[in-house]
């Protein structure tokens, strides 16, 4: 079984910063990409940030020189500053990974999301 757990989120007046974390943990064998989403009241779910294993980042423009990804080992987070109320919302990360099964002799792979952490960027 594999689980992926978010923890950091806080409410944080504008202009703020806070740091995300994410912990991948089960019975995993690599972990390719990472990444961080955010969901809005309302909208969408889009992508703020991803990483992949080699350390190549993506950012969504409205983070670009903001936020920062990093990864280390199971742990992805997100470093983000200079909050704006617009950066409010559900942040959720995710792992490309492979994993192994009982009784089952070859890897698997798939998508996992951890359950999201509430960020809050108010006066």
């Known amino acids: 079984q594999v689980q992926l757990v978010e923890s950091g989120g806080a409410l944080v007046q504008p202009g703020g910063s806070l740091r995300l974390s994410c912990t991948a943990s089960?019975?995993?064998?690599?972990?390719?990409?990472m990444g961080w989403y955010r969901q809005a009241p309302g909208l969408e779910r889009e992508l703020v940030a991803s990483?992949?294993?080699?350390?190549t980042t993506n950012y969504a423009d409205s983070v670009k020189g903001r936020f920062t990804i990093s990864r280390d080992n199971a742990m992805v987070y997100l470093q983000m500053r200079s909050l704006k109320p617009e950066d409010t919302g559900v942040y959720y990360c995710?792992?490309?990974?492979?994993?192994?099964?009982?009784?089952?002799?070859?890897?698997?792979?798939?998508?996992?999301w951890g359950q999201g952490t509430q960020v809050t960027v108010s006066s």
């Open positions: 995710n792992a490309d990974l492979s994993y192994s099964m009982p009784r089952t002799p070859s890897l698997q792979r798939r998508l996992y």
């Open positions: 089960g019975s995993i064998f690599e972990i390719y990409n």
């Open positions: 990483i992949t294993n080699g350390g």
